[in-house]
């Protein structure tokens, strides 16, 4: 593989990647939340 | 006799007869790092043991690296086989308080694009004429997290380890100085002077504990390659929340990490012998490094500003640069420059938010890319 190809592809799923894996994690998170509400006299 | 009394002498002083003039000059980078971690307080707990380890490998004849040294010892024990960075990283995670985070988990986004400055600094060594892997290894100093710079490095570059080790730790506590400049030039003054609201729901405890063994699972079911990153930051963490192994959790933050950091200094200085650092690509890799840092933070603050509109001016544009992962050094940048346009301006919490969010976003980037260059054949 060229250094071209191989860069641009570097580039378009490493950043491409890393921001749906952290979106992912930010549903992911919202979800637990909503799983798991914070309760004032058990989780203090 | 006179012979046997002039072959003992001839066994004295033979360093200075084998030393090289690169010998030299990384004897005094190695007191440059001495000064640095000691005068200057700059990374000390790193930058002393590497300092005095690149002291050690450039007195001529010792053979520490060689292979009965102790220094090659120590190196093969945790270098050779990337297990000193997992283990500091049980002990970064076990310190990481993810809670400002996941009050606000849309803040997960600056974590990403402060580690967008890896894969453009990729593409930039490339064209520079590095090789794949060596790109790689550059890039991933703008992870701005040493053990994840270190572990890539050892593993794919290891010939790189000293320079992008150095690059990491230095730039890393040079955030103050790089990054306000930056968040100046991009943002506008109403921008900069956004009050953030506080998060008013806290997170419940069984949401922090589930959370650690999310992203392990979910991030190594999607890039395996990096599950090493992942999971050891991950164990860390929910040793921490769980609060039930208090012992290995204080373990995790002290012992194991403030001996694996000896070492880890001390074998990473050992690859800084003057004949392999001294080479014009050492000043290359330095100065891809300073970039990396740039571009991380240009992105994350680009991105901030995006968020500020799509919020409806919402989020202070700011804490984009502290989606990089050098804790909680950026998310105080962040802070300092927040109040320096507004006094009554209190962004840390929401700072230190995106602050973890760099730190998982900088062990993601860095499992993705290891995915992806498995999944392309290269390693």
């Known amino acids: 593989m060229d250094n071209l190809t191989f860069g641009l592809t570097m580039i378009v799923i490493g950043m491409g990647g890393t921001l749906l894996v952290l979106s992912l994690f930010a549903i992911l998170m919202n979800f637990l939340k909503m799983v798991f509400p914070f309760k004032e006299e058990k989780d203090q | 006799m006179f012979e046997a009394i002039v072959n003992g002498i001839s066994g004295l002083g033979t360093g200075f007869v084998n030393l090289h003039w690169s010998n030299l000059v990384m004897i005094a980078v190695g007191c440059l790092l001495l000064y640095l971690g000691i005068k200057k307080d700059v990374e000390p707990l790193l930058l002393v043991p590497i300092g005095f380890g690149a002291i050690l490998i450039n007195v001529p004849l010792a053979d520490l690296m060689g292979d009965e040294g102790f220094l090659r010892t120590i190196y093969n024990m945790g270098i050779a086989n990337e297990l000193f960075p997992l283990l500091i990283f049980i002990g970064i995670g076990a310190m990481t308080d993810f809670g400002p985070l996941l009050e606000n988990p849309k803040i997960f986004l600056l974590g990403a694009a402060g580690q967008f400055g890896i894969f453009l600094t990729i593409g930039l060594a490339l064209i520079f004429g590095f090789s794949k892997l060596d790109a790689v290894a550059i890039g991933i ?27 990491a730790y230095s730039y890393m506590s040079l955030v103050p100085v790089i990054q306000p400049p930056i968040m100046k030039l991009l943002t506008s003054e109403k921008e900069r002077t956004v009050v953030m609201e506080p998060a008013t729901k806290p997170v419940s405890r069984s949401a922090k504990i589930v959370f650690p063994i999310a ?156 995915s992806v260059l498995h999944g392309m054949g290269i390693i």
């Open chain 2, 141 to 167: 100093i703008g992870a701005c997290d040493g053990p994840t710079a270190i572990y890539v490095t050892s593993k794919y570059a290891p010939h790189l380890l000293g320079a992008v080790s150095v690059a």
């Open chain 2, 215 to 370: 992203v392990t699972v979910v991030g190594g079911l999607i890039a395996p390659k990096g599950l090493p990153l992942i999971g050891t930051i991950m164990l860390g963490n929910l040793l921490k929340e769980c609060a039930v192994v208090s012992r290995l959790t204080k373990a995790s933050e002290n012992e194991i990490a403030n001996v694996v950091t000896l070492f880890l200094g001390i074998s990473i200085g050992a690859t800084m012998d003057g004949r392999i650092f001294l080479t014009p690509q050492t000043l290359l890799i330095l100065g891809f490094g300073f970039l990396a840092i740039c571009l991380d933070t240009v992105c994350g603050v680009l991105f901030g500003k995006l968020m500020y509109f799509l919020t409806g001016g919402k989020i202070n544009p700011l804490i984009g640069a502290a989606g990089i992962s050098a804790y909680p050094m950026a998310a105080r940048v962040v802070q300092k420059e927040g109040q320096k346009y507004n006094k009554l301006n209190f962004l840390l919490m929401h700072a230190v938010g995106a602050n973890t969010g760099g730190q998982v976003g900088s062990v993601m980037a860095a499992a993705i890319m290891l």
